[in-house]
Structure formats: C-alpha cells, structure tokens
C-alpha cells in the first residue's frame, strides 16, 4: 500500500484523502509467531496533512487462524484493528517526539504494508480457544470440561471408600 507524497499533499488540500484497499499480509504466516493462515485484509481510512506531519487513521479487517490453546485445533479468529500512524518529515520533530510515536519519511514515497503487518501481530491474541467441545478418553485417562469433571466427581465414589461411603449415609439417616 504504498502513496505518494505529492499525491496526499494534492488530495488533502481542503478534504481528508480517503483510501480503501485489500492488502496481502500473508507474510506474517512465515514469521515466528501462531499465524497459521492470514487472508489478505481490508484497509480502509483517511489521510490528513498538518504542517509536517502525514496521520493516516485506518482499519484493519481480517480473519486469520490461530492454533487453539487446549487442543492445537485450528481457530478462525476475524479481528478488526483500529490504527493511527504519525509521519514527519522533519528530523526534529521525530527526535522530539518517542521513537515509536512518530515516523520520519526520507522518501517521496510512503509505503503503509509494514505498519499494517506490526499493528495486526501487535494485536494477535496470546490464547484463542475453540468452541467444539472436546471430550477425548485414553487408556486410562480422560479429558473433560470441568463442568462435567465435577458432576463426574460428585456421583462417582473410589470404591476402596465404598464402606465409608455406606457408612456415612447410615450415620446421616440416623440423625434425620
């Protein structure tokens, strides 16, 4: 998604320049991180100009898939990103400013795909789950929600407590 400086300049003379584009990210499924698939994503957002700087304030509209935390399922995740990037082209103002708040442009292009790509891993969740129930049973072990854990539990008594158990109902119908 790449402008031209003199193209924003003419476009934003009296109005906001508008842009609506579909951008290919699918690079961030090559990279270190749970992305496992990335459709390209729907840019859409304006551009103003204010002395020396260039604000672009967009939207990031994607669907991506996630690994699930519990089972290593694939999880479709849409996201919608809200975003604003702050461009300069003077030196002092960026040295002002943090680092990361405000970009210093060099060129008499700008290219947005890169500030689009770190805003979408920013907001990749750590954890995403899926919404199928898993109920899976081994040799000698089983993995259940733990709602279902806990009515297992109550009804279910150790049979090497069974007597206790006898016995304790007993002592309870006594007193009754």
């Not at 699930?68 to 990037?85: G, H, M, N, S």
């Not at 790509?117 to 899926?130: A, D, G, Q």
Request: proline fraction near 4%.
């Amino acid at each position: 998604m790449i402008f031209s400086m003199m193209e924003i300049r003419n476009n934003t003379v009296s109005d906001p320049f508008a842009f609506d584009e579909i951008v290919d990210v699918s690079e961030l499924e090559t990279l270190n991180n749970d992305i496992r698939q990335i459709d390209p994503v729907h840019v859409k957002g304006i551009c103003t100009v204010d002395k020396d700087e260039v604000i672009f304030s967009f939207t990031i509209k994607g669907k991506m898939i996630l690994p699930c935390a519990r089972t290593l399922v694939d999880v479709t995740y849409p996201f919608e990103i809200k975003a604003t990037e702050i461009f300069s082209t003077s030196a002092s103002l960026v040295e002002e400013a943090e680092k990361d708040e405000i970009h210093l442009l060099t060129e008499d292009t700008l290219d947005l795909t890169p500030y689009i790509k770190e805003n979408i891993v920013l907001e990749t969740p750590y954890r995403v789950f899926s919404d199928e129930e898993v109920i899976e049973e081994g040799d000698g072990w089983a993995f259940y929600e733990e709602d279902q854990h806990k009515v297992e539990k109550e009804t279910k008594i150790d049979p090497r407590l069974a007597k206790l158990q006898k016995l304790i109902d007993k002592n309870n119908k006594q007193k009754e």
